[in-house]
């Protein structure tokens, strides 16, 4: 294989270590108490910030909890139960029950009730989303202050080679958008169960566990009927019934995408769908990562046999067609308890890890080795230190960043080949929400009224491995402005979801 | 260590890749905990006389690493033995002689127009860098690469279906009727000697072969088009502005040799790495758009192979592919030994 090496950055890449090794001065937390205000200031900004969400933390825990339950044979349904609605009690600033959506008119053009401060659920959606992302990018400004906070005041050195990177990449407007997308992402899987005009739970899982209110033109007043009910009546299947984006079905809820043929809210469906492939995708490519990066410190510093021995494997591993490898282990792994914890995604995950590793370790091989050969390595072994030691502080950092890199682009090829599977109708089992099942159901209704089904989720595809890829570019161009196209090689591979 | 010496070792490191890819796949079928007696019978028959007679009769009953070697000894031999499910008793050889040529065909025009389209553009965004031409190639690139092929399929479908009422151009009947999902008819190369007897049926029947296949192809070359547009700016952006190529032409080197030689082998490097993408994308996206466009190619055979548990049939289509992609990256470092003065120097 042909690799290329970018340059080592020789003196900046030692700035860091060597004040983190050299003479005693004050530690964090001494330098803090000298002088505390910036630093006080700040974490009770933050404290606020996770206040008004705290509710939510608690929330998402249960629900992951829950996810277990299948697997864990201590967890009752009952006990379940209990834990989701204490952490329901607990007041959320973003919460649908802070900003209901939900309501029913009083008569034909009457009032809404019990929306949020009366107005139509349209305007009460609107209200919350706009929240949600207000809160979230103010955290991340907050986050943001919080390292300037350090950067003046609490910081040792006045410089450090990642400002450099830093101040790149906040000039780099193409990896800017990436980084926008990629959030504008995050947060809609993160806040899943508030962002949708419903929730997954009451619209898409338990629908007839539910009941809602609607104003009824026939008998003129307000009547009850159990959520999959309405769900039957207002289905997307073509010209003869359909629920547009931005549109209300005939029980006065509000679709901002429409609805799927099931007549499920695809806005609930995709952001729950979203919270799945964020969750495998990072979590596939940390564990990859993790491997790859142990892979790389290792063959870099001893070489040799050892260095053979993972070509060999990696090169046995990327000769494994990914698409169908999956396919293989999903089929064959069907119906045993490893594809059931969440719902199949945990398999999925360490199958991404196991197969994406070999790209990783590749693609980082050329800084790893020539970290390997800087004289600050032969330094730190002829002081005595431990291999383990000087892979993990004088080598890791240095090739963190590439990783980074390639983690990025890689993780948009993990969105697609999970859409991709779903697509076959094999991986995340119905009926929880993946993206690629709404674009397997719409394809009928593609050509028709209902073409919302299949699109909408497509493009999200699309707009989110974008994001990806972009973020990834301006990675690259921050950490090492001299390798534009060293990249290709993992770029092509592993983006693409081996051709899902 | 010399160049041809450095590709000798690639080739020779290609034989245990091939070795513990297929131990992998091997590993993946018998150790899961399908059954593939059951596969055959269906699962109300476990337990049943027959079962346990079709189980001897499979070798499962043999030990793990006898099977093993059997398999293995099986492949290297291709002798890649019967379907069990999807075509019983069919030698699994003659199942991919069947199969194949849909795939071939397929994977022949989505490299050829993704390369068409690609690198042209490519060159064109690298020679005129930061114009409004640029942006738009180079943005429709990123996000023409950047669609999942099976959403992209499920569109160019109904797109061309319904295209006399989108487009106002009916694609079915456009220059020769055809259909939008349907395997291409190759029939006409089984008898190769027609094109020449009888050339003017037969070069129709070759026409309508390229337009059945026309819309998928593009589909599957989508990604590797993206990338060749965007490898191929990236290196002629770079090689125009590098120094050797004003000291080249300093020294009075004849322009023509100062681009073939000096500009063209070089934008060819960073080229070449899309070949093993390439060979990855057409074959792990060849499921998913011979699904969409009802091709039976080997895609769409694994698939079902794999969703009815016809192990054999899996496993060795699953050789066929390592095989395939082991291939493509000798291919690869061929290519770098031929073009690239600097293989095998640097690293011995």
Known sequence: MHDRTPPVDTEGGHAEGSTATGEKTASLTERIAATPTPAVLWAVGLLVLLGVEFGAVLQTGAALVAGLGRAVPGLSPEALDGLRSAARSVPTLLSRETIPTQGWRTGADGPWRSTFAGVEPKHAWLVRVGLIYTYAFVFLAWLWLGYRTYRRHYRRADWTPRDDVIDRLRSHRWGQFGLVIVLAFVVMALFAPAMGPTTADRNILNPYDHEIKYYDARTGGVETIAVGDANLRSGSEGPSRNVGPWTYDAYGRFHPFGTLPSGKDLFTFLAEGARISLSIGVASMLISGVIGMAMATITAYYKGVVDLLVVLTSDSIKSLPLLMVLILVVVVFQGTWLAEVYDGAVLLTLVLALVNWPHLWRAVRGPALQVAEATWIDAARSFGQSPAVIMRKHMAPYIVGYMMVYASMSLGGVVISVAGLSFLGLGITPPTPEWGRAVSVGQPYVATASWHISLLPGILVTLVVTGFNALGDGLRDAIDPESEGDTADVESTTAGGGGA | ?348
């Open chain 2, 1 to 348: 260590m010399s160049r041809w010496s450095y590709f000798a070792r690639r080739v020779l490191l290609a034989v245990p890749v091939v070795f513990l890819g297929t131990t992998v796949a091997f590993l993946i079928v018998r150790l899961g905990p399908i059954d593939p007696a059951a596969a055959i019978l269906g699962a109300q028959q476990v337990g049943s006389p027959e079962y346990y007679q079709l189980r001897e009769q499979l070798g499962l009953t043999d030990p793990l690493w006898e099977q093993y070697i059997d398999f293995m000894w099986e492949m290297v031999t291709f002798q890649l033995g019967r379907s069990w499910v999807i075509s019983p008793g069919t030698r699994v050889n003659d199942l991919i002689a069947i199969y194949a040529p849909r795939t071939i065909w397929l994977g022949f025009w989505s490299v050829l127009i993704a390369l068409c389209v690609g690198i042209p553009l490519g060159v064109y965004a690298g020679l005129n860098p930061n114009t409004l031409g640029d942006y738009v190639a180079s943005l429709g690139g990123i996000v023409w690469r950047a669609m999942p092929n099976f959403w992209l399929a499920v569109i160019i479908v109904t797109v061309l279906s319904q295209s006399q009422a989108l487009v106002g151009v009916d694609w079915e009947r456009l220059w020769v009727s055809t259909q939008v999902v349907t395997p291409p008819d190759l029939s006409v190369f089984a008898r190769p000697r027609i094109l020449i007897t009888r050339p003017g049926e037969a070069w129709t029947q070759v026409a309508v072969a390229v337009k059945q296949v026309a819309p998928a192809a593009l589909v599957l070359g989508s990604a590797s088009m993206g990338n060749e547009m965007r490898i191929g700016r990236t290196a002629v952006l770079e090689i125009i502005n590098a120094d050797y190529i004003e000291a080249a032409r300093a020294k009075g080197v004849s322009s023509r040799r100062l681009i073939w030689k000096h500009v063209f082998r070089n934008a060819l490097i960073p080229l070449v790495p899309i070949i093993t993408a390439e060979a990855f994308l057409l074959i792990g996206g060849s499921v998913l758009v011979e699904t969409v466009f009802a091709i039976n190619g080997l895609g769409y055979l694994f698939f079902q192979a794999t969703v009815q548990g016809d192990l054999p049939l899996v496993i060795s289509l699953m050789y066929i592919f390592i095989l395939l992609l082991v291939a493509a990256n000798i291919l690869q470092d061929f290519l770098y030994t031929l073009i690239d003065p600097r293989v095998g120097y640097e690293r011995s």
